[in-house]
C-alpha cells in the first residue's frame, strides 16, 4: 500500500509538473521594417532596408533567441528623389558600400540574450555583412506581438571603407563618419 501511495504521489507530481518549450514565432516581413542613418561631414542619408525572413525564439514570455535575414537589394534612400536617389541607392549596392550583387543577404543570429527588465533585454547577436561576421550588441524590447531595437554598426569592420577617415587622408568634407546607426521594427 505504501508503494502504490508513493507511485500516486509520484506520477501526481509528474503530470503537474510543466515544462515550458520553445517556441518561435517568425516575423512578419512586410509589416517590420528597418531605417538607416548614415552621416557624413556635411549631412547625412536615410533610407530603409527590408526583412527577407527572420524569427524571435521565446520560452514562456522571456526571449531566448533569434535569426533574421536582410535583402540588401532592397536598400533605398528615403531623404532623397529622382536621379539623385537612384544614383546613391545604386553606390550603395555597389562595391564601395555593400556589393549586393555579391553579398544580396545580411544576417543577424542571436548568441546570448540576458533579461535587462520587464521586456527588456540586452542581446549579443553575430551580425553578417559582405561574408564578414562580427559582434554587435543592443537592447531589444518587446511588447505583445511587437520588438524594436537600436543599434550603430561601425562599417569598417565588414570591409566597407569607402570615404573612411580611418583609412584615407586629405577627405576633407567628402568624408564619411565609419558608424551608422538601425532603427529595427518587428512585427510577429
Avoid: C
Amino acid at each position: 500500500m505504501k508503494n502504490l501511495k508513493k507511485l500516486a504521489l509520484l506520477a501526481f507530481v509528474a503530470l503537474s509538473t510543466v515544462t515550458v518549450s520553445a517556441q518561435t514565432k517568425k516575423i512578419d516581413a512586410a509589416k517590420s521594417d528597418i531605417h538607416w542613418v548614415g552621416k557624413k561631414v556635411t549631412g547625412q542619408h536615410e533610407g530603409t532596408v527590408n526583412f527577407k525572413d527572420g524569427n524571435l525564439v521565446f520560452k514562456g514570455a522571456d526571449v531566448k533567441g533569434g535569426k533574421f535575414t536582410v535583402d540588401m537589394n532592397s536598400m533605398t534612400a528615403t531623404d532623397l528623389s529622382g536621379e539623385y536617389q537612384g544614383k546613391l541607392n545604386g553606390h550603395l549596392k555597389s562595391d564601395d558600400f555593400f556589393g549586393t550583387e555579391k553579398f544580396p543577404t545580411s544576417t543577424l543570429t542571436f548568441k546570448k540574450v540576458a533579461k535587462k527588465s520587464a521586456g527588456v533585454y540586452t542581446v549579443t547577436a553575430d551580425l553578417t555583412i559582405k561574408g564578414k561576421t562580427n559582434p554587435v550588441t543592443f537592447d531589444l524590447t518587446v511588447k505583445g506581438n511587437t520588438a524594436s531595437a537600436k543599434l550603430t554598426v561601425d562599417r569598417t569592420k565588414y570591409d566597407i571603407k569607402y570615404g573612411s577617415g580611418s583609412f584615407f587622408d586629405n577627405l576633407g568634407d567628402k568624408a564619411i563618419y565609419d558608424n551608422f546607426d538601425l532603427t529595427v521594427n518587428l512585427v510577429f
